[in-house]
């Protein structure tokens, strides 16, 4: 979580903790598994594919926050933002994203501030993936995160 500065937990996290665990009957346990298909199956990019039916529309608290399509223009912010508040991990997905001719990148912006960004198509070229996505550390949990999740899945289907 603090690598990526995550503010909630997922099964990534637990399935790291449980291989961590250094007991005798959990290492029989996992002896017999293939771990590296585990990880690679929680740690994959998921498809884009989401039932909309129980989604919870958040209301933003502010008006001046803008969802919009980036545009070629927005990539060295959006590169400096995603290096500040992620590493530099997403950077060549980030960079996979403005060479497409439909920058398949949306972000959240307030006034000039990127606050947020949400990609789909960027990770190995596959379409129908979601992700990278990121919201800054201090604006998480406002509901930033799942507009730009529900402005990709509008606009792409």
Same mark, same amino acid.
């Given at each position: 979580m603090k690598r990526f500065k995550q503010v909630y937990i997922n099964e990534g996290h637990i399935v790291d903790a449980i291989l961590k665990i250094n007991d005798r009957l959990t290492k029989a346990i996992i002896a017999g598994l293939d771990v590296s298909h585990i990880l690679e199956i929680v740690s994959f990019p998921r498809d884009m594919? *989401?039932?909309? +039916?129980?989604?919870?529309? /958040?209301?933003?608290?502010?008006?001046?926050?803008?969802? $919009?399509?980036?545009?070629?223009?927005?990539?060295?912010?959006?590169?400096?933002?995603?290096?500040?508040?992620?590493?530099?991990?997403?950077?060549?997905?980030?960079?996979?994203?403005?060479?497409?001719?439909?920058?398949?990148?949306?972000?959240?912006q307030d006034e000039q501030?990127?606050?947020?960004?949400?990609?789909?198509? *960027?990770?190995? +070229?596959?379409?129908?993936? /979601?992700?990278?996505?990121?919201?800054?550390?201090?604006? $998480?949990?406002?509901?930033i995160g799942y507009t730009l999740h529900t402005e990709i899945h509008f606009t792409v289907f």
């Open positions: 594919i *989401v039932s909309l +039916r129980d989604y919870f529309i /958040f209301t933003i608290p502010t008006s001046v926050i803008t969802f $919009r399509k980036a545009k070629l223009s927005d990539a060295p912010s959006l590169k400096i933002f995603v290096e500040k508040e992620f590493g530099n991990g997403w950077l060549d997905l980030i960079e996979n994203g403005f060479s497409q001719e439909g920058i398949p990148i949306f972000i959240a501030e990127i606050l947020g960004f949400a990609c789909f198509d *960027v990770v190995r +070229r596959k379409k129908g993936l /979601f992700g990278p996505m990121g919201t800054s550390l201090s604006n $998480r949990t406002q509901g």
